[in-house]
């Protein structure tokens, strides 16, 4: 029998694509194996979002070459879509497939091996206008499982390179999206999350058929008792919306949404559409239809032109907002994007001074966050034992919880009393609740 062994690199959906590629080898018989195992195969799939993406796709390709030079290197993604040629001079590397061919890649690992013929498959991204349909039946967290509802972006943000990867926005049929879920209910996932490129595009490219429509479909299905939904914008975040949304019962409240920057003039520059008010206002309607929810977001810091007085204004938002979870990150240009040729570049050393303030204020709104739950009783989804009796779950607004337990209490949700936060964790106690 021959074995494959699977590494994927950045976000959400790329580890979609990845289970849907393992599900595609299984049904004609290969072995799954760890990556750090001897394999005939080795898949990677990789990210091209930023520079550090790219290196450490590189990289993996060289440790899966290392480990057995006589293997089948497969490499997939963003990184093989934006820069194929650089991909198929690496050595070992025998198939490159883009972000649009995956369904092939059994196909195509085949046919090397039997001809040892390389072969590279990508297709013009930007004319792509079909959902390319992949299809999983399980998830490597067995409790939570990522549904892939839409593809491509067309935002063009200054400072992003995903449109040249991933191509305009391709929404799924909501029928496959039914049947998928439908299928990974009747096999024990109690969560779904609902996840894409830019889901808040979902159904521009279908007839009277919007994001909501894709909750609705989730939400009806038997057996699904928590929905959350990847990153989103302020602007799908209406009135309506969000009166549906918190009318369901099933979805989370914990929400993603895409700030960047707390300063009007960094949004401008980086081609965000939206303001902070209008952000602002999205966040309020939340806080009045879901009791306490838990708004996190990403903010960059030291984008070209970006001056101090622009990020204390970016800082004191988050301040205001009072987000439960930030991740910060330094501006880092990409090759290939407008704002990596603006003007007012900011030193790397004052990028990462700014980040680390606005880090250390953000772990104080988080731990402020989690420690208003201490002393009161709350769902908890317990994903896995982690040794010495101690599960690990996380709640509806994805505060992670630890709980004693003499039974397996995995994949179960219990109502549990929240004790302390020891700066990791919040413990629970379910002979208290």
């Known amino acids: 029998m021959k074995s494959v062994s699977f590494c994927t690199l950045g976000c959400k959906v790329n580890q979609y694509e990845t289970e849907a590629m393992i599900t595609l080898f299984k049904e004609r018989g290969y072995e799954i194996k760890s990556f750090e195992d001897l394999c005939d195969?080795?898949?990677?799939?990789?990210?091209?979002?930023?520079?550090?993406?790219?290196?450490?796709?590189?990289?993996?390709?060289?440790r899966a070459h290392k480990k057995n030079p006589n293997a089948l290197i497969c490499v997939a993604g963003c990184y093989s879509q934006v820069s194929p040629e650089d991909v198929k001079k690496l050595p070992g590397v025998g198939i490159v497939i883009g972000t649009n061919d995956r369904a092939k890649i059994v196909d195509m690992a085949e046919e090397f091996l039997k001809t040892g013929k390389k072969e590279a498959k990508i297709s013009d991204?930007?004319?792509?206008?079909?959902?390319?349909?992949?299809?999983?039946?399980?998830?490597?967290?067995?409790?939570?499982?990522?549904?892939?509802?839409?593809?491509g972006c067309t935002e063009f943000c200054s400072y992003c390179i995903i449109p040249y990867a991933r191509g305009p926005v391709r929404s799924r049929p909501l029928e496959d999206?039914?049947?998928?879920?439908?299928?990974?209910?009747?096999?024990?996932?109690?969560?779904?999350?609902?996840?894409?490129?830019?889901i808040g595009s979902y159904g521009r490219d279908l007839e009277n058929t919007s994001l909501i429509d894709a909750v609705k479909t989730v939400n009806a299905i038997d057996g699904i008792e928590r929905i959350r939904l990847g990153s989103v914008e302020p602007r799908v975040l209406d009135e309506n919306f969000v009166r549906e949304i918190s009318k369901m019962g099933k979805v989370c409240d914990h929400f993603h949404i895409s700030l960047q920057s707390g300063c009007d003039k960094t949004l401008r520059n980086m081609n965000r559409k939206y303001t902070t008010k209008e952000y602002k206002d999205a966040v309020e309607r939340l806080r009045n239809?879901?009791?306490?929810?838990?708004?996190?977001?990403?903010?960059?810091?030291?984008?070209?032109?970006?001056?101090?007085?622009?990020?204390?204004?970016?800082?004191?938002?988050?301040?205001?907002?009072r987000f439960s979870e930030v991740h910060v990150f330094p501006y880092s240009p990409r090759k290939g994007t407008k704002a990596a040729m603006m003007d007012g570049q900011v030193e790397k050393k004052t990028r990462e001074k700014r980040a680390k303030i606005m880090i250390e204020k953000a772990k104080e709104l988080h731990r402020e966050y989690v420690k208003s739950f201490e002393n009161t009783t709350q769902s908890v989804l317990f994903e896995q034992h982690i040794g010495d009796g101690i599960y690990e779950g996380h709640m509806t607004n994805y505060i992670k919880v630890r709980m004693k337990s003499c039974e397996d209490i995995s994949h179960r949700i219990l109502n549990v009393k929240?004790?302390?936060?020891?700066?990791?964790?919040?413990?629970?106690d379910f002979s208290k609740s």
């Open 177 to 198: 999206i039914e049947k998928e879920v439908r299928t990974l209910s009747k096999n024990g996932y109690r969560e779904i999350v609902l996840t894409g490129i830019h």
């Open 41 to 62: 195969i080795y898949v990677i799939n990789t990210c091209t979002v930023t520079g550090t993406g790219e290196r450490k796709s590189r990289q993996m390709i060289g």
């Open 289 to 321: 239809a879901f009791k306490n929810p838990a708004i996190t977001t990403d903010i960059i810091t030291g984008f070209p032109m970006e001056t101090d007085e622009d990020f204390e204004v970016s800082l004191k938002f988050m301040e205001d907002v």
């Open 418 to 428: 929240l004790e302390s936060y020891d700066g990791r964790c919040i413990w629970a």
């Open 125 to 151: 991204i930007l004319r792509q206008r079909e959902f390319e349909r992949l299809w999983i039946t399980s998830y490597e967290d067995k409790t939570r499982a990522f549904v892939k509802i839409e593809e």
